[in-house]
């Protein structure tokens, strides 16, 4: 995607929060009606280890920490791909099955995907939830989207926008005062960061912003190698 068409993308989903009124609070209870006694959500994830990046993310989190659900235990992440419940016996339309998952690892492996560069720049907010911005810049991201799509229907409601989640909203707090929380967060450039690895990552659903778990990885290499 182009830089000015990520712009124009960023803009819009700011514009969309501030549309709202009041940011959309997580409750503190068991979504049984999502989970049907499953437990092992998963999704494919871009892990941050980049220490300017985790200071941001730290930073921006300790700014927000008013507005926060507490607590969130989720490591610093990009979603690349929701895939769903993970399990053997697929029998719901938000089941991810063993037959998924192992065709994906092919394709992953298969395609030899090479590392590739993404920028993280400010803060901005779904109605759930705020965030750091995530650039594509060099279309990594996009490009194992269409892998991972092409054998797989990602159930979602609204387009793509590769984001790094800070937390989860606590209550329905006016959008505007939100926004002028984060319109006073200094963040200076773009923070670039190099993608060499991306892993399947699952989480419990009875746990409310509980921590990520590794289930595969996938080791990008530059070409040659």
Excluded at 25 to 32: G, H, I, L
Excluded at 76 to 90: A, I, R
Excluded at 179 to 202: G, H, N, P, Y
């Amino acid at each position: 995607m182009p830089a000015e068409a990520r712009d124009i993308q960023t803009r819009a989903v700011w514009n969309e929060f501030l549309s709202y009124k009041a940011t959309l609070a997580t409750k503190n209870r068991d979504y049984s009606q999502w989970h049907k006694g499953r437990e092992n959500f998963a999704v494919w994830t871009v892990g941050i280890c980049n220490e300017q990046i985790r200071s941001r993310f730290d930073a921006a989190k300790a700014w927000m920490e008013p507005f926060l659900f507490s607590p969130y235990y989720r490591q610093p992440h990009v979603t690349l791909l929701v895939c769903g419940f993970l399990t053997h016996n697929p029998r719901f339309s938000d089941d991810y099955s063993s037959q998924s998952l192992r065709r994906h690892l092919q394709d992953l492996w298969q395609t030899r995907i090479q590392p590739f560069e993404i920028c993280i720049g400010g803060m901005n907010s779904f109605a759930a939830a705020p965030f750091l911005e995530v650039f594509d810049t060099q279309g990594g991201l996009a490009q194992i989207r269409r892998i991972l799509t092409n054998s797989f229907y990602e159930d979602r409601t609204r387009a793509y926008v590769p984001h790094l989640t800070i937390g989860l909203y606590a209550g329905a707090f006016n959008t505007r005062d939100v926004a002028e929380k984060m319109a006073a967060f200094q963040t200076k450039d773009r923070i670039s960061c190099i993608v060499d690895k991306i892993t399947l990552s699952t989480y419990s659903a009875f746990e409310i912003a509980g921590p990520l778990s590794a289930q595969q990885e996938i080791e990008l290499k530059t070409a040659g190698k």
